[in-house]
T-cell receptor, first 112, second 113 residues
Framework: QKEVEQNSGPLSVPEGAIASLNCTYS??????FFWYRQYSGKSPELIMS????GDKEDGRFTAQLNKASQYVSLLIRDSQPSDSATYLC????????????FGSGTQLTVLP | GAGVSQTPSNKVTEKGKYVELRCDPI?????LYWYRQSLGQGPEFLIY????????DSGLPNDRFFAVRPEGSVSTLKIQRTERGDSAVYLC???????????FGEGSRLTVL
């Protein structure tokens, strides 16, 4: 069973702080990693993708990947109340690169 | 609109009935996916189409579930003899090239009474 594990939260941070979201995965052959944001009652939307070890920055978001440790993280700098949502980690399958396995998500609340 | 369109947005049916859920992907996107999401869980993969063919249907839970994409655009997910455990939000997503960068529709919420 290929698994993607996330802390369910809820994670609360004050406005302006850094939010750190973590994800571990079991499929050592996975090559592609994604973070999706899902607002309550809405569908997931892609915010970051990462394919190589190291950091990838996009605006206030930084994704970090460590394949040796099978660990992916998402940092949100200068958190805003509008960042309050569930963040889903998704990992491609080594058997089928088109099949994503999602974690259960971490619920983030940014307090004004 | 330019996004993925799913109909119906809500469907309530009785146990044992047949249901069809429709997905119209973003124009030009060759890859189309069906996922389902239960409350408090992440989306669960069902099936992936590249063009007209089902390239990976390993996520379909049993033979009551079937999906088609006859002309390489619109797809229909078909569920026979529905069970209460089929209740979930069924999400369709498309992608320009079959990467994991998915564009999701707003989903079809299925409730089986």
């Amino acid at each position: 069973q290929k698994e993607v594990e996330q802390n369910s939260g809820p994670l609360s941070v004050p406005e302006g702080a850094i939010a750190s979201l973590n994800c571990t995965y079991s499929d050592r052959g996975s090559q592609s990693f994604f973070w999706y944001r899902q607002y309550s009652g809405k569908s997931p939307e892609l915010i970051m993708s990462i394919y190589s070890n190291g950091d990838k920055e996009d605006g206030r978001f930084t994704a970090q990947l460590n394949k040796a440790s099978q660990y992916v993280s998402l940092l949100i700098r200068d958190s805003q109340p509008s960042d309050s949502a569930t963040y889903l980690c998704a990992v491609s399958s080594s058997g089928s690169a088109r099949q994503l396995t999602f974690g259960s998500g971490t619920q983030l609340t940014v307090l004004p | 609109g330019a996004g993925v369109s799913q109909t119906p947005s809500n469907k309530v049916t009785e146990k044992g009935k047949y249901v069809e859920l429709r997905c119209d992907p973003i124009s030009g996107h060759t890859a189309l996916y069906w996922y389902r999401q239960s409350l408090g869980q992440g989306p669960e993969f069902l099936i992936y189409f590249q063009g007209t063919g089902a390239a990976d249907d390993s996520g379909l839970p049993n033979d009551r579930f079937f999906a088609v994409r006859p002309e390489g655009s619109v797809s229909t997910l078909k569920i026979q003899r529905t069970e209460r455990g089929d209740s979930a939000v069924y999400l369709c997503a498309s992608s320009p090239g079959g990467t994991g960068e998915l564009f999701f529709g707003e989903g079809s919420r299925l409730t089986v009474l």
